[in-house]
């Protein structure tokens, strides 16, 4: 296994359409997480997933974003009509149980 | 309301010397702690964690000291080597409200070792 995989690496979209991420976790890792990071900030948390359990959402995530992990693997991040101010790093980390979690090399996002 | 204070944005060291980071938390709730390096165009890469119930954890040139009583952290590198540059993330894990098990991250501060 060669570790927690993002697809696409960057993504340039205009602003008002819809975008999605694939992250694909360490396979035995049955927990998987989305954070977001801007320029001079820490990773911000988003929401994380238990197997395909969706058991935490921070209240940055507005009601654009949805996430899904179906059947508890890979997972997905959607923004629906995207704004400038969406425009950051999203990360996706996956860890076992509650221990390290090991991360993506991230998606960047801009918005134009 | 920041939660992990990273209060040092930038850190320079000599090669050979000890680097020190340093952390602040404010929720008493977290737990767990840990440490994050991160180059550019990168994920963040885990490097090393301490537990509450703990106040040190080493490992090779890496050391965490936990002091609760003073909600600080510090991670310590010794001998520091070119390849440390980087920034550095100093996460929390508990129940704060950033996800009972998601990470709270400091703004993280940029390690430069100087040859």
């Known amino acids: 296994d060669t570790g927690v995989s993002q697809d696409p690496r960057h993504k340039i979209t205009k602003r008002g359409q819809n975008v999605t991420f694939r992250c694909d976790p360490i396979?035995?890792?049955?927990?998987l997480y989305w954070y977001r990071q801007t320029l001079g900030q820490g990773p911000e948390f988003l929401t994380y997933f238990q197997n395909e359990a969706q058991l935490e959402k921070s209240r940055l995530l507005s009601d654009r974003f949805s996430a899904e992990r179906p059947k508890g693997s890979f997972s997905t991040l959607e923004i629906q009509r995207t704004e400038q101010g969406d425009s950051a790093m999203y990360l996706c980390?996956?860890?076992?149980?509650?221990?390290?979690?090991?991360f993506g090399q991230g998606t960047r996002l801009t918005v134009v | 309301d920041q939660q992990v204070k990273q209060n040092s944005p930038s850190l320079s060291v000599q090669e050979g010397r000890i680097s020190i980071l340093n952390c602040d938390y404010t929720n008493s709730m977290f737990d767990y702690f840990l440490w994050y390096k991160k180059y550019p165009a990168e994920g963040p890469t885990f490097l090393i964690s301490?537990?509450?119930?703990?106040d040190k954890n080493e490992d090779g040139r890496f050391t965490v000291f936990l002091n609760k009583s003073a909600k600080h952290l510090s991670l310590h590198i010794v001998p520091s080597q070119p390849g440390d540059s980087a920034v550095y993330f100093c996460a929390a894990s508990g129940y704060s409200g950033g996800g009972a098990d998601g990470l709270t991250f400091g703004k993280g501060t940029h390690l430069i070792i100087q040859p």
């Open positions: 980390a996956s860890s076992l149980e509650r221990s390290e979690a090991f």
């Open positions: 301490i537990s509450s119930i703990k």
């Open positions: 396979s035995e890792h049955n927990r």
